[in-house]
């Protein structure tokens, strides 16, 4: 079995600042990564998602995330973000093999203030 | 279609009825998730639909809880005689086998049992 751990409920920042949002991960299998965002009143969206390579992923909307083996981690990164990115993040992961579906953090609200 | 769809996009029953939740997954997808998204229970694996295989249950947290996924396309979820505890966010994804098998998201039916 696994889980996610997103260390921080909230995450306040101003309007251009860098943001880095944490996810833990604990699995005794390989895993895919996944980072989601979800807006108010919407579904969740993919950002990114790492399933092998380079452990530095590119996303959507500037985000990138960063595969860390040894520490078990995913963080999420933006070096400057938009009012518009107010939003909840959620990081998942998924057995490699076999059948499993994902498991979700809990979320970490990202709240951008001017 | 483009993305995956879902149902009403709000529901509002009264304790004890009957309600159902409709999905339209992306079309060629043969994998097919329920979700529920709950306040302060985060995002909950209901039940998993893969092609023509035994579709896995394991997260109905009850015998209310049941779903079909018609053809191998369409899916619908019912819940029987609600209860207020049933008041959540009903999220439908569905994926392909490649590609890590990436989960896409539809918006979601707001279901609140008074």
């Known amino acids: 079995a696994q889980s996610v751990t997103q260390l921080d409920s909230q995450v306040p920042v101003f309007e251009e600042a860098p943001v880095e949002l944490r996810c833990n991960y604990s699995s005794s299998v390989s895993v895919y990564l996944f980072w989601y965002v979800q807006y108010p009143n919407q579904g969740l969206q993919l950002l990114l998602k790492?399933?092998?390579?380079?452990?530095l992923v590119k996303g959507i909307n500037g985000f990138e995330a960063e595969f860390n083996k040894s520490q078990t981690s995913f963080h999420l990164r933006k070096p400057s973000v938009h009012i518009s990115d107010t939003a909840e993040y959620f990081c998942?992961?998924?057995?490699?093999?076999?059948?499993?579906?994902?498991?979700f953090g809990k979320g970490t609200m990202l709240l951008v203030s001017p | 279609g483009a993305g995956v769809s879902q149902s009403p996009s709000n529901k509002v029953t009264e304790k004890g009825k009957d309600v159902e939740l409709r999905c339209d997954p992306i079309?060629?997808?043969?994998?097919l998730y329920w979700y529920r998204q709950s306040l302060g229970q985060g995002l909950e694996f209901l039940i998993y639909f893969q092609g023509n295989s035994a579709p896995d249950k394991s997260g109905l947290p009850s015998d209310r809880f049941s779903a079909e996924r018609t053809g191998g396309s369409v899916s619908t979820l019912t819940i029987q005689r609600t209860q207020q505890e049933d008041s959540a966010v009903y999220l439908c994804a569905s994926s392909q086998r490649e590609g890590g098998e990436t989960q896409y998201f539809g918006p979601g039916t707001r279901l609140l049992v008074l």
């Open positions: 079309s060629g997808h043969t994998a």
């Open positions: 790492y399933l092998s390579g380079s452990t």
């Open positions: 998942a992961v998924k057995e490699v093999s076999g059948y499993s579906t994902l498991t």
